[in-house]
């Protein structure tokens, strides 16, 4: 119930601030338009950083494979299989025996 009164507070304030601001969303002030000079300087800046070059120039090393998390991963997988073989084995023969041990209780057959 707290929270309920809280989120419903916080709700009508946030309201009431938007309400109260006093700006109309239909007030829209343009941004300054850069002159041609502005303009002209700005590409000069902005072509100044040639970054493709040193991208060129900068290669990654080639990284190893991860040689410990590829062992790690076998081991695993190695010492999971017999476990994981022997529930399947058990699993599979509940579940046959249970398949012979109904079909002989069937209603029919009394």
């Not at 507070?9 to 006093?22: E, I, M, S, V, W």
């Amino acid at each position: 119930m707290r929270t309920v009164k809280g989120v419903v507070t916080l709700a009508l304030l946030g309201a009431g601030l938007a309400f109260g601001a006093g700006k109309q969303p239909t007030e829209f002030k343009a941004p300054r338009q850069m002159s041609d000079e502005e303009l002209a300087q700005a590409k000069a800046r902005s072509r100044g950083n040639d970054m493709h070059a040193f991208d060129e120039k900068m290669q990654e090393p080639p990284k190893d494979p991860p040689y410990m998390l590829i062992g790690l991963c076998l081991i695993a997988l190695l010492v999971a299989t017999p476990f994981a073989a022997r529930a399947y084995q058990r699993t599979t023969r509940e579940i046959s025996g249970a398949d012979s041990a109904y079909a002989s209780d069937s209603p029919g057959q009394d």
